[in-house]
């Protein structure tokens, strides 16, 4: 499993109130990706780093932030939560033979009331 | 944006038939990915495509990428109930984009016993 942990992995949560979702990885992978996965939409890319201190948005990146502080955590923030937020997280690194292949944490279940 | 398809959405099969799921770019791709997920578990990562026409197999599963790397297939020969969940397909483009994936929204696959 790549070394990933995700926490929490469970959450329950008000709108309007601030929520950090953790992302650790104990093999010193470079990249590091927070994605969401809902019903009928896959897997969205949410921002990803490509190092300590860089980070960069992917496609549904809007009432979401990032920080990556150390190699091995990346953490996701949501300002004030939303019930559209409502979602499962997934991190993942980049590893592999070719350094393209993604491996997921276990995921947080996040629900917005 | 780029985008992968991916159909079908759904698949229900009897347990033994075959299964088949199809992924299709408007644009040529540098490689190809297939991850599985299990009901409640995270994405994993099974096979990567790289080659123009290029043909794998893992036992039952084969996995085709096309001539025009634009296009690539998953096919489950005599189903088992182990192979339920969803299957994705993810592809790298090259460029820019080449540290992300782009996933195909999956096919869910059900198997009556």
């Known amino acids: 499993d790549a070394g990933i942990t995700q926490s929490p992995r469970h959450k329950v949560t008000e709108t309007g109130t601030p929520v950090t979702l953790r992302c650790h990885q104990t093999?010193?992978?470079?990249?590091m990706y927070w994605y969401r996965q809902d019903p009928g939409h896959g897997l969205r890319l949410i921002h990803y780093?490509?190092?300590?201190?860089?980070?960069d948005k992917g496609e549904v990146s809007d009432g979401y932030s990032v920080s990556r502080s150390k190699t091995e955590d990346f953490l996701l923030t949501l300002e004030s939560a939303t019930s559209s937020q409502t979602s499962v997280y997934f991190c993942?690194?980049?590893?592999?033979?070719?350094?393209?292949?993604?491996?997921f944490g276990p995921g947080t279940r996040l629900l917005v009331l | 944006g780029q985008q992968v398809m991916q159909i079908p959405q759904y698949q229900h099969v009897q347990e033994g038939e075959d299964f088949t799921t199809y992924c299709n770019s408007s644009?040529?791709?540098?490689?190809i990915q297939w991850y599985k997920q299990r009901p409640g578990g995270h994405p994993v990562f099974l096979i990567q495509?790289?080659?123009?026409?290029e043909v794998k197999k893992q036992k039952r599963l084969t996995f085709q990428f096309g001539e025009a790397k634009k296009n690539s297939s998953l096919h489950i020969t005599a189903t088992q109930t182990t192979d339920v969940g969803t299957y994705f397909c993810?592809?790298?483009?090259?460029?820019?984009?080449?540290?992300?994936?782009?996933f195909g929204k999956g096919t869910k696959l059900s198997v009556i016993p």
């Open positions: 993942a690194i980049k590893a592999g033979a070719w350094g393209e292949t993604q491996y």
């Open positions: 093999e010193n992978h470079r990249y």
């Open positions: 780093s490509y190092g300590v201190k860089d980070t």
């Open positions: 644009t040529t791709l540098s490689n």
């Open positions: 495509l790289v080659k123009s026409g």
């Open positions: 993810a592809g790298v483009y090259s460029g820019a984009g080449s540290y992300q994936l782009t």
